[in-house]
């Protein structure tokens, strides 16, 4: 399931900004199926213009209510009618998706310690100063098993001795439920913490659910500014 909503508050129709011919939430459509991982990939939306792009490209999309207060939630009204076990959530500005960063994630339902996971997510390797700074990049702390400590949109940790080795890492927008975690999500009241970051995620960690994390070292660019379009423009002109 790929959330998109066309009135993004910090780049508004960032969704059907072109990108090498074709809008963002087709390009991330395209490299969703291209993964081969899914019996079906759908496009979830409360808007006409980006459900109509995504049909006229081939695509499959659902209509959504407009008053969800986040993707999870969104996702959660299109998956309660739908027979499946394990639902993918792939943030709509991610059109870098790839199968290596998909495929684990899913792998983790199958591990030893499987029981235990609410969802599991992705985290990539900061490289910049600027970046590690930049709040658009969420970053996320793990404990020693890879389960979220926190997310936030400030540096994080905060670093008071700079030899120490520590790489900061960027939590990607991708996340893997049991269909049942993700109805559940949706029926919890946001909490303080969630609604001061705008961090979804936050709520799962405010109720006591774990997020396994999942180490990538994958391109992540999410298309969050008109910089990161910019970027994203170069990176598949290269």
Request: glycine share 4%.
């Amino acid at each position: 399931m790929i959330p998109a909503r066309y009135a993004a508050s910090r780049f508004p129709g960032k969704m059907m900004k072109d990108l090498a011919g074709k809008p963002v939430i087709v390009r991330t459509y395209e490299s969703t199926v291209a993964t081969q991982l899914f019996d079906d990939v759908y496009v979830v939306t409360d808007s006409t213009v980006i459900y109509d792009a995504v049909i006229a490209e081939g695509g499959k999309a659902l209509m959504s209510r407009e008053d969800h207060e986040c993707g999870s939630d969104r996702i959660a009204e299109a998956v309660a009618a739908i027979d499946c076990d394990i639902v993918v959530n792939v943030q709509g500005d991610e059109p870098f998706t790839t199968r290596e960063d998909l495929a684990p994630v899913l792998q983790v339902f199958y591990g030893d310690d499987a029981s235990q996971i609410d969802l599991a997510s992705v985290m990539t390797p900061l490289e910049t100063e600027e970046d590690i700074q930049n709040p658009n990049n969420v970053k996320v702390i793990v404990d020693a098993m890879d389960y979220a400590l926190y997310f936030s949109r400030s540096p994080l940790p905060y670093v008071r001795d700079p030899k120490s080795p520590l790489t900061v890492y960027k939590h990607k927008g991708i996340y893997a439920f049991r269909k049942q975690a993700i109805i559940d999500f949706s029926l919890l009241e946001m909490r303080p913490l969630e609604a001061a970051e705008k961090i979804e995620c936050i709520r799962f960690l405010e109720y006591g659910k774990k997020i396994k994390m999942v180490r990538s070292h994958n391109i992540a660019i999410g298309i969050d500014t008109p910089e990161d379009l910019e970027k994203a423009r170069q990176l598949i002109e290269k």
